[in-house]
Each structure stands twice: as C-alpha cells, then as structure tokens.
C-alpha cells in the first residue's frame, strides 16, 4: 500500500505537470516551447505505467525469492510482445508517442500478471482492506492534480514562461502545492500510510 501511496500521486503530477517540469529542466537553447510539449506528451504515457514499472521491482524479485524464476521470465515476455504490438499498430498514427504508450502498457500487464500470479500461489496482495485506502489516495491524487494544475495555470498568469525565475515559480511551486495538499488530504482520509510517513518524519527530526 505504501507503493500505491506514492507512485499514485507521482502518476497524476507527472501528467499534469509535465509541461512546466520539462520547460524548467530543458528549455534552454536549442530546446523549443514545441519540443516542450513534445516531451510532455511522452512523459504523460511513460507515467501511465509509474505503478507497473515500480510494481515490477518489488514482486519480481519475491519470485527469484520463491525459487520460481519462470514466472517474472513469462512476465517480461508478455511485456515485451505488448509493447511491439502497441507500437505496430499505432506508430503511424501516434509517432514516437507509441513507444512510450507501448512501454508503459507493457510494464502493467507485467505487473499485473505479477500481481495475478503472486495472489494465485502466495496470497496476501488484496488483504487487510487494500481496496478502500488506494481509492481515498486515488481520490486525494485526484484532488491534488486539479489544486496543482490551477497553481501552475496561476503562476503561469503571473509570471510568464520566459526566463529563468518564471520557469522555476511554474515548474517548482505547482509541485509544491500538490505535494503539500495530497498529505492534506490523506491525513484528512485517514489514510494510514500518510500517518506513517509523518511518524517517520517526526522520529527523523528528533535524532537530527
């Protein structure tokens, strides 16, 4: 669940704020507003599979674990053969942005048929009321996109795109305000994993 708790909201900020994020890293020089835009989209498809990419790193290496190294082996496969049938079918239409669609749908149907296969021979995935702590951080991922999408439309009103401290007012302070209300709400969800993280970071400041 602490997975989901993170890579949830990484998902939806990427999406939304990979405009201003790749304007702040790149637009310098010869990198152009359209190549902006360009890498934006591609990293809008690459964040679809956030979750299966970092699912993947925790479940296959329970597998190796388990003394059953076919099943991440089988995985990958199918990763692979998704990603080449999304990118034949749809590079002509989507261009470059079928391989990074491809490769994102690739790592979830690794991580599902991870997840699938681990809850058929171990179990223990979906217990201990999984389902309703992930839709409250869905929810406040939600929440949180819409509050960090307004921010960066604002400070964009505000002070342009132009030079070097309007791009870091739109690409940082938007973050900021997602990652400042998703605590918010969680905490205010009660979502467990929110208290954990609080915890740990009030024990880190007593020992420093």
Do not use: C
């Not at 809008?44 to 003394?67: D, H």
Request: hydrophobic share 55%; charged share 10%.
């Amino acid at each position: 669940s602490m997975l989901a708790y993170l890579t949830v909201p990484a998902t939806v900020g990427l999406m939304v704020l990979g405009v201003p994020v790749v304007r702040l890293l790149y637009e310098r020089g010869r990198f152009t507003p359209a190549d902006t835009q360009a890498t934006a989209a591609a990293l809008l498809l690459y964040s679809i599979g956030l979750v299966g990419y970092t699912g993947v790193k925790v479940l296959a290496p329970a597998f190796y674990a388990l003394g059953r190294p076919r099943v991440p082996l089988v995985a990958s496969v199918s990763a692979v053969a998704t990603n080449l049938v999304v990118v034949l079918l749809l590079h002509g239409s989507l261009g470059f942005r079928a391989i990074a669609l491809g490769t994102a749908l690739g790592s979830l149907v690794n991580a599902g048929l991870l997840v699938g296969l681990f809850e058929r021979r171990v179990g223990g995935l979906f217990g201990h009321g999984l389902f309703r702590p992930v839709g409250r951080m869905a929810a406040s991922a939600a929440a949180m996109g819409a509050l960090a999408w307004l921010a960066a439309a604002g400070f964009e009103r505000l002070v342009g795109t132009s030079g070097l401290g309007a791009q870091v007012a739109t690409g940082l302070l938007p973050v900021a305000v997602g990652v400042g209300s998703y605590l918010l709400l969680t905490h205010v969800l009660r979502v467990g994993e929110a208290d954990a993280l609080w915890r740990a970071f009030r024990d880190r400041l007593r020992r420093t």
